[in-house]
T-cell receptor, first 109, second 112 residues
Framework: EDQVTQSPEALRLQEGESSSLNCSYT??????LFWYRQDPGKGPEFLFT???AGEEKEKERLKATLTKKESFLHITAPKPEDSATYLC??????????FGGGTRVLVKP | DGGITQSPKYLFRKEGQNVTLSCEQN?????MYWYRQDPGQGLRLIYY???????QKGDIAEGYSVSREKKESFPLTVTSAQKNPTAFYLC???????????FGEGSRLTVL
């Protein structure tokens, strides 16, 4: 059974204080690893897809990386508007999407 | 603008009542999904549909039912058989069955 574990559960940052979120996964036949951003009371918004180890994707202050066992979402010089819950998900051989529990990020000015 | 519309945003239900959550998309996507989100837990798949008039159970389908009579619409009924229905419900769609999903704003159901 595919599994996704995100850590930490919550992260408090000062504005400008860079940090990383971790997504550890076990999956049979990785088809893709996905990152989403979710604001309180809203639906998740797609950010990135990573397909193979060594791949990296960037968007503004966010950078996602992938190894064979985990993915990191690096937040560089975050701003208060980066406050959100970040969700990680994997798709395996069964083409089923498995989500992690998310990391709640709070960036204080 | 293209997107997914869920309604209602908030819904209160008495025990023993069935309720139906609406999901409409104008993205021309073939695949549609219903997820349930509980605090501190990952999204869990209730039902999904790849084409009109066809749908499959997800991981937690018991107590729920769906229909897919039109490409644009995928309503979810939470029946009285669902033992713990209070949750945040999310509808999503995708061009094909990839993990790049477009989500609606969600519907929060509270059972009184």
């Amino acid at each position: 059974e595919d599994q996704v574990t995100q850590s930490p559960e919550a992260l408090r940052l000062q504005e400008g204080e860079s940090s990383s979120l971790n997504c550890s996964y076990t999956v049979s036949g990785l088809r893709g690893l996905f990152w989403y951003r979710q604001d309180p009371g809203k639906g998740p918004e797609f950010l990135f897809t990573l397909y193979s180890a060594g791949e990296e994707k960037e968007k503004e202050r966010l950078k996602a990386t992938l190894t064979k066992k985990e993915s990191f979402l690096h937040i560089t010089a975050p701003k208060p508007e980066d406050s959100a819950t970040y969700l990680c998900a994997v798709s395996g051989a069964g083409n089923k999407l498995t989500f992690g529990g998310g990391t709640r990020v709070l960036v204080k000015p | 603008d293209g997107g997914i519309t869920q309604s209602p945003k908030y819904l209160f239900r008495k025990e023993g009542q069935n309720v139906t959550l609406s999901c409409e998309q104008n993205l021309n996507h073939d695949a549609m999904y219903w997820y349930r989100q509980d605090p501190g837990q990952g999204l869990r798949l209730i039902y999904y549909s790849q084409i009109v008039n066809d749908f499959q159970k997800g991981d937690i389908a018991e107590g729920y039912s769906v229909s897919r009579e039109k490409k644009e619409s995928f309503p979810l009924t939470v029946t009285s058989a669902q033992k713990n229905p209070t949750a945040f419900y999310l509808c999503a769609s995708s061009i094909d069955r990839t993990g790049e999903l477009f989500f609606g704003e969600g519907s929060r159901l509270t059972v009184l």
